[in-house]
């Protein structure tokens, strides 16, 4: 090579590493001293999907929720702040956010499934939730094989859409964007019921008496935080406060919070049982 060539092909070396500088992430330290690193210097950027209220919703300029207050408990032990990006539900389930750098963790009431563990990494189960069906108060719609010939609404890309494709025979289903714009399909009559997760209906029927859940399906589901595969740092780190959330009460203090109408669990239960049979798990 002769020197001619040389050296703007060293100009173009530095600047790569000028831009690959700029794009790396810097580090914090994780409680056991292990490197965690973050997209953002001192924030724990989470991606959502808003609404999905009580996990995660808008109240003012503020997004509040279970879920944001797991994540907090994360971001404190880790001595960062929290940051929430909100963008669409199927870049989250799809790892595509964790990949491209969007952010650290994704944290949107998400089931851990077979097929969503194969494009990121979940930490252990943090909560229970199984499909449910919402229609009007007194409605006939009290199953899926009630709405036969009947609409349907599903919220794209979650599992109550597969649940519902799967199960609904000769049922019509409907899809939707996000919960807001399904659960208000639902009340002013545009499709005859819809299915989500249990406890963002229940959510629902709270603030609107007019409404009811009419049926819960045993889908065993359990929400887990998303982060990148191979980020096995951030998801320990995770899964350690979790446990000791649970075990010092600040777990079940987080739910009595958001779940006001839940049946009480018996902390000295949480603490100790085997993970499988807590209700929360
Ligand atoms: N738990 C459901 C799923 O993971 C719904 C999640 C959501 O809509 N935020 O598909």
Redesign the pocket.
Known sequence: MSARTALPLIATVAALVVVSTGCTSTKTAGSDGSKIELVTAGKLTTC??LP?EP?QSRQGNKVVGFDVDIVDLVAKELKVTQEIVDTP?EG??TGEDLNAGKCDVAA????I?PV?EENLDFSGPYFD?TQALIAKKGSPYTSLAALKGKKLGV?Q??????YAKKNGVGVETVQFE??ALLLTAVKTGQVDAAV??NG?LFEYVRKNPEMAVTAEFETG?K?GIGVRTGNTALRKEIDKVVKAARADGRYDALYKKWFPAAPKADPKVDAQADPKADPKK
């Open positions: 959502t999907h999905y996990f539900f989250i389930q949107a009431g998400m089931t499934t969503r939730a919220q890309g979650t599992t109550g859409e597969t996000d919960v989500n997760d963002v589901e929400y």
